[in-house]
């Protein structure tokens, strides 16, 4: 039975899960420069980079999502009985965010979160609105969120030394979304504040959005193309059609869009490419599906509707080691990996037959910061 089939279990553990999330914990000195900054948790849920925030006193997880360029809050998904409220006389705006501090009031897109699906509901989403004007580290490997100032942040030197690579995301991601210039899109409307960073299979190159948010669990590792590579990486590649994973999907403008799925053959991988040209990650196996936007869906947007080869890079591509982004010099740092992953990974989870101990939960919340939560493993 999935987690969701035992409102009783979610009562008890989900404030045993906050509570220790939120609770400084001395846990043991991690191997990154301090230069990263301040932390707070990160919880790693369906693949995906989640923190606990608090709003007008009340809890709540929200997922960082590089992907999206506009924050939302999903008031029905917070803990307990009820969510915040936006101030009188606004159906948006929300006082009393708790996120590294007090924050002003906030707008925020109001959103219906129920529907989606996991061990933890998803309260909100914070995008890069709200992620330009700090440098972040996304510590998958030690389940730590971290800020810094553009002051205080690292050298490169002191990058490299702890083993990160840079990657560029120049013209797609800074603190101005005004000033971006998106190279590979249509040249109408804004610009998407998103990191894109460049990524080559074989020969062909093309530059793919960061999405921390999308959850490719079921066909891990995935990306999204557009056609112009599609019909690019024809030409080199033998993609092979792989139907059982073909979707279809709702767009803004109310059109179907029907989704196909591709594998690489065997040899073939995803590299994101370095600053030098180098591979810092390579990825073999990997599930491509095509994005081809119909007519009557191209004002919703996204890489569909770009004439220049383009991607967008599933969870699983980054959510095993640590991302710093720093819109300040647009571009990112990776480092594959934790150092000892037995170590430092701990999976909340239980046998089938006997669903999961509260108890447990809180015990392991307090020996380590990360928490990787496996929905098949939470009970049956």
């Not at 846990?27 to 919880?43: I, K, Y």
């Not at 013209?171 to 998103?194: D, E, S, V």
């Not at 112009?228 to 179907?256: D, I, Y």
């Not at 196996?285 to 569909?304: E, H, M, Q, Y």
Request: glycine letters at 10%; one cysteine or more; a positive charge.
């Amino acid at each position: 039975m999935h987690l969701l089939a035992r409102p009783h279990q979610i009562l008890i553990v989900l404030p045993l899960l906050v509570l220790a999330l939120l609770t400084p914990l001395p846990g043991p000195a991690s191997p990154l420069p301090a230069c990263l900054g301040e932390t707070r948790s990160l919880v790693i849920s369906s693949g995906m980079p989640y923190t606990p925030l608090r709003v007008q006193g009340r809890s709540g997880f929200f997922v960082l999502d590089l992907g999206a360029d506009g924050s939302a809050i999903s008031p029905g998904t917070f803990l307990g009985r009820r969510g915040p409220v936006p101030l009188q006389g606004s159906s948006n705006t929300f006082a009393g965010v708790d996120f590294f501090g007090p924050l002003a009031p906030l707008r925020l897109n109001v959103q219906d979160h129920s529907g989606i699906r996991g061990p933890l509901p998803q309260a909100g989403l914070i995008g890069t609105d709200l992620l330009r004007q700090h440098v972040w580290t996304l510590d998958y490997a030690n389940g730590l969120l971290r800020r810094a100032d553009q002051a205080s942040f690292c050298a490169d030197g002191e990058l490299r030394q702890a083993g990160f690579q840079p990657l560029s995301s120049a013209g797609y991601f800074g603190t101005n979304a005004a000033a971006l210039h998106c190279p590979a899109a249509p040249q109408r409307g804004p610009c998407p504040n998103i990191p894109s960073i460049p990524a080559r299979i074989g020969s062909s190159i093309a530059v793919a959005q960061v999405d921390t948010g999308y959850d490719d669990g079921l066909h891990a590792p995935s990306l999204n193309i557009n056609r112009a590579w599609f019909n690019q990486l024809s030409r080199t590649v033998r993609l092979e059609p792989h139907p059982e994973a073909n979707l279809t999907l709702s767009t803004c403008a109310g059109v179907s869009e029907q989704v196909l799925a591709y594998r690489l053959p065997p040899g073939k991988g995803v590299e994101l490419v370095g600053s030098d040209g180098s591979a810092v990650r390579r990825m073999e196996g990997v599930t491509l599906f095509l994005k081809d936007t119909p007519a009557g869906a191209r004002r919703c947007g996204g890489i569909g509707t770009w004439d220049r080869p383009a991607a967008q890079l599933g969870a699983s591509f980054v959510n095993d080691g640590t991302l710093v982004v720093d819109p300040f010099r647009q571009r990112l740092w990776f480092r594959p990996g934790p150092i000892e992953p037995d170590a430092s990974r701990v999976d909340v989870s239980a046998p089938r037959s006997h669903g999961t101990n509260p108890s447990r939960l809180a015990w392991l919340m307090a020996r380590s910061r990360r928490v990787t939560i496996a929905p098949s493993k939470l009970g049956e």
